[in-house]
C-alpha cells in the first residue's frame, strides 16, 4: 500500500483536510521530497488559519459527542458518592447540550463556507442549492436531539426521560419511607414486599432508560460521522480552489510517481 492509500484509508475527511491546512501553515512538517512539490506562493494564509480554527473546533464539538455511548454504558461513580439515576440524569443532559454545540458549529461553517465559496464559484445558484440542502439534512440528522431538548427549552421547563423519571420517583418513594420518623408508621409486615416492589421499579426504569440513551448514542455516533464525511466530501474542492491550495495526499501521490 503506498503511502497515499494508507492516508486516504486511515482518516476521516475532517482530520485530512485539517492536516492539510496545518501542513500549508508550516509546510516544513513535510518531508523534503514532497515538500517541493508543495507551492503555497499563492495561498491565502489567514484564510486557512481560520479554516483550520474553525475546523479544529468543530472537531473538538463532534469527538465530544462521540464518547457519550461509553458515558451512558460505563461512567457511573460509587454510589455511596453519586447515585446513578442521578449520573445518567448529568450525562443525558450534557449530552444534549453537546450535540446542540456540534449542531451549532456544523451551522455557522456552513454559513462560513457558503460566503467564501460563492466568491470563486462560477455556479452560485449550485452552491446555494447544496448548501439549503445541507442546512435541510442538519436539521434531520440533530432531529432527534432537537425533539429532546429545544421544547422543554422554549417552555423553560426541565427536560424528562419518562423512564428515569419513574426510577428517580422510585427511589424518592425508598428514602422516604426508609425514614425513622416515617417507617413507624408502616404495616412492617408488608414493608418488604412494597420495598421490593419499589426496588424492582427503580432497576427496571433506570436500565430501560440506560439503554435508550446507549442506543441513541450509537445511532447518533453513526449518523452525525457519516454526515460530516459526505459533507465535507462535497465542500472541500471549492473550499480548496477558494484557498487556492491542494490536498496533500494529491501532493504526495505526484512526488511517488516521480520517484
Do not use: C
Amino acid at each position: 500500500m503506498s503511502t497515499t492509500e494508507t492516508i486516504t484509508t486511515k482518516r476521516h475527511i475532517l482530520d485530512e483536510m485539517i492536516a492539510d491546512f496545518v501542513f500549508y501553515r508550516d509546510p516544513k512538517l513535510l518531508k523534503a521530497e514532497y515538500l517541493k512539490f508543495l507551492d503555497v506562493s499563492k495561498v491565502n494564509s489567514a484564510d486557512i488559519k481560520r479554516y483550520m480554527m474553525s475546523f479544529f473546533n468543530l472537531r473538538y464539538a463532534w469527538q465530544k459527542t462521540l464518547k457519550y455511548k461509553r458515558y451512558f454504558e460505563e461512567f457511573y461513580p460509587p454510589e455511596e458518592k453519586i447515585e446513578k439515576i442521578e449520573a445518567l440524569n448529568h450525562h443525558i443532559h450534557a449530552y444534549l447540550e453537546d450535540m446542540t454545540t456540534l449542531k451549532n458549529k456544523i451551522e455557522v461553517l456552513f454559513g462560513e463556507m457558503k460566503n467564501d465559496i460563492k466568491k470563486v464559484a462560477s455556479n452560485k445558484k449550485d452552491i446555494d442549492e447544496f448548501f439549503r440542502a445541507g442546512v435541510k439534512k442538519t436539521k434531520e440528522v440533530f432531529a432527534q436531539v432537537s425533539k429532546y431538548r429545544d421544547e422543554h427549552r422554549h417552555r423553560g421547563t426541565r427536560f424528562f426521560d419518562g423512564d428515569l423519571l419513574k426510577a428517580e420517583n422510585a427511589q424518592g418513594f425508598l428514602k422516604i419511607i426508609s425514614n425513622p420518623t416515617f417507617d413507624v408508621m408502616l404495616n412492617q409486615e408488608y414493608k418488604p414486599e412494597i420495598v421490593a416492589k419499589f426496588t424492582k421499579e427503580k432497576e427496571e426504569s433506570f436500565e430501560a432508560a440506560k439503554k435508550r440513551w446507549i442506543e441513541m448514542a450509537a445511532r447518533n455516533n453513526e449518523q452525525t460521522t457519516g454526515y460530516l464525511g459526505a459533507l465535507l466530501k462535497g465542500v472541500r474542492s471549492p473550499l480548496y480552489q477558494f484557498l487556492n491550495i491542494k490536498p496533500i495526499h494529491e501532493i504526495i501521490a505526484v512526488a511517488e510517481k516521480t520517484q
